[in-house]
């Protein structure tokens, strides 16, 4: 991946969108920095859509505005458009056209006329061998493969893909993961997608924003998740009380016993390869040790309750 | 804006749309001139083909293409992608303004060629010599596509305010009923003389073309007229379009 030098490619100012007497978003604060993949969380109607509607211009915000790389003016933003990728809810096809000439449309639009780039989208996206097949014939998986292909027509440098594996099957999941991670290491392209599969998207991301009822509650890196989550060794041993004991001598560690057998350490994760060879040098009988750790899911469900 | 028409021009050419409609026009404007000939009611030379273009029929084929391939693009996410591409509102509005024109253009074209060949071959083609009916056929011809330019306006418009292909098509269809009612109401009433009233719509123009050949005030009258018309659409539409959100 790509170095990053912490420079915003996209900074929003308390943007807000109200929809009648409905208000889908209150003043989010979101920056997203060069070389990010960013996983934008939330339920449905939680304002993930509407948020990525605003960036790439196709609704306007009620307040607040937003820069792309650091410009804000509307002449800027649309500069800085011709340089983003979307995919946003369903994948925007001409269901009559081949997957050439879908991606031909967009190509015309941006202005570039370098055809063999039309095989070279697709073949990244692996869709290189469809040929006549028109694009309402696809699977849905080939159809948001084919809709991230026209997105990369562009040579973006920020990439927004809204749900992009929603409805695909583990391998379609699969697929577009690995598309997504390839594309992110190889190019190294800003990413803000949102999934619903939040274990999913703790394989891709590297920094996280969940939005609850068109608040951002939280941004976090996926470091700072990592430690949110509340990692912790698990050991099952014959006598937990005397596993503490030792490994609080041995390590000055505090352990959280359990029960007779089953003892919790929250610190010193990375020396669990030393607690098991104290314990087993000390003669006790260790059943269980490994490394847990609260799901996205989980720590994502814990954060919106208490908001 | 030259991307912008690029790619309705190529878009134009991979669409079944134009196609179809066009060939739905070939087949019905033949099967007029055969039916002619059959019941022997009308008899019309193939020089005078070029003045068969404007009947209200044809203007639902207008509003099907406003439907199929305007409004289809905000359900499919065409205009997502361009404005997406931080293409100008006000932009990727003409760009579809000029698929309506090249639409009606086409469409037109199909008619007066027909009714022109077919008229010729049933017929009889006319005295007129074919070099000079040629500059005619080729000047009235571009009068006529003038006098249809409010429906590429309005159908358009449509198109943008409803973004559904279903609507378009029914807003087109009572567009072209008011129209009609109107015109009907103004030429048939028996009391005060309405008449001069229909020079105020389109139709008047390309439905009497024919007899105004050479009245230059009718052609001015004309382009005001149908230049209006497309032009209050096209300010409400780009206006509106402009602070549009996009489904």
Redesign the interface.
């Given at each position: 991946m790509k170095v990053m030098n912490n420079k915003a490619v996209l900074e929003t100012f308390q943007i807000s969108k109200q929809y009648g007497n409905n208000k889908a978003l209150h003043d989010v604060n979101l920056r997203i920095e060069e070389g990010q993949i960013y996983g934008l969380i939330g339920l449905n109607g939680s304002g993930k859509s509407t948020f990525m509607?605003i960036v790439?211009?196709?609704?306007?915000a009620s307040e607040g505005h937003i820069e792309l790389y650091g410009k804000s003016g509307n002449s800027d933003?649309?500069?800085?458009?011709?340089r983003?990728g979307?995919t946003?809810e369903?994948?925007?096809?001409?269901?009559?056209?081949t997957a050439d000439?879908n991606v031909?449309?967009?190509m015309?639009?941006?202005?570039i006329s370098e055809k063999n780039k039309i095989k070279e989208v697709l073949r990244r996206v692996g869709l290189a061998d469809t040929g006549n097949k028109k694009a309402k014939n696809f699977s849905l998986g080939m159809k948001q493969r084919l809709a991230l292909a026209?997105a990369l027509i562009?040579d973006p440098r920020f990439l927004i893909l809204d749900e992009p594996t929603n409805g695909l099957d583990p391998v379609g999941i699969i697929e577009t993961r690995d598309i997504i991670k390839n594309l992110a290491q190889e190019y190294g392209l800003t990413i803000l997608l949102s999934s619903h599969l939040l274990d999913e998207l703790s394989q891709i991301a590297t920094h996280y924003g969940i939005l609850h009822q068109g608040k951002l509650i939280i941004q976090i890196s996926a470091e700072e998740l990592l430690k949110a989550t509340n990692q912790y060794i698990k050991i099952i041993c014959d006598n937990a009380n005397a596993s503490a004991e030792i490994l609080n001598t041995a390590f000055s560690v505090k352990c959280e016993v359990n029960s007779q057998t089953e003892l919790r350490i929250n610190e010193q994760l990375d020396r669990i390869a030393d607690f098991n060879k104290a314990l087993i040098l000390s003669g006790q009988k260790v059943e269980h040790l490994s490394f847990n750790q609260m799901k996205l899911e989980d720590y994502f469900l814990k954060i919106t309750q208490s908001n | 804006m030259?991307?912008?028409l690029?790619?309705e021009l190529?878009?134009l050419s991979?669409?079944?749309t134009l196609f179809y409609l066009m060939l739905l026009l070939f087949v019905t404007n033949t099967l007029g001139i055969i039916t002619s000939k059959l019941l022997k009611n009308h008899v019309l030379q193939g020089q005078d083909g070029i003045f068969q273009a404007g009947t209200s029929v044809n203007a639902m084929w207008f509003g099907a293409f406003a439907g199929f391939f305007i409004a289809s693009e905000f359900q499919?996410?065409?205009i997502?992608?361009?404005?997406?591409?931080?293409?100008?509102r006000a932009g990727v509005f003409m760009a579809k303004i000029f698929s309506m024109t090249i639409c009606i253009t086409a469409l037109l074209f199909v008619i007066v060629l027909v009714q022109t060949i077919g008229n010729s071959i049933v017929n009889g083609y006319g005295d007129m010599p074919v070099g000079e009916f040629v500059v005619f056929f080729l000047k009235t011809f571009i009068h006529i596509i003038m006098f249809h330019l409010p429906y590429a306006g309005f159908f358009t418009m449509f198109a943008f305010l409803t973004q559904k292909s279903g609507f378009t098509i029914l807003l087109s269809f009572c567009y072209e009923a008011i129209l009609l009612v109107c015109g009907g109401f103004f030429e048939n009433y028996k009391g005060q003389n309405l008449k001069p009233l229909l020079q105020f719509f389109p139709q008047y123009y390309y439905t009497k073309i024919d007899n105004n050949l050479t009245n230059h005030q009718f052609f001015v009258d004309g382009y005001l007229v149908c230049l209006l018309y497309f032009f209050v659409p096209v300010i409400i539409s780009i206006f509106l379009f402009r602070?549009m959100?996009?489904k």
């Open positions: 509607r790439c211009g196709i609704i306007s933003l649309q500069k800085y458009r011709s983003l979307q946003i369903t994948p925007a096809l001409y269901p009559e056209m000439e031909m449309v967009q015309t639009l941006a202005g026209i562009t | 030259k991307d912008l690029k790619a190529y878009k991979k669409s079944r499919n996410g065409g997502r992608n361009a404005l997406a591409l931080g293409k100008n602070k959100d996009i």
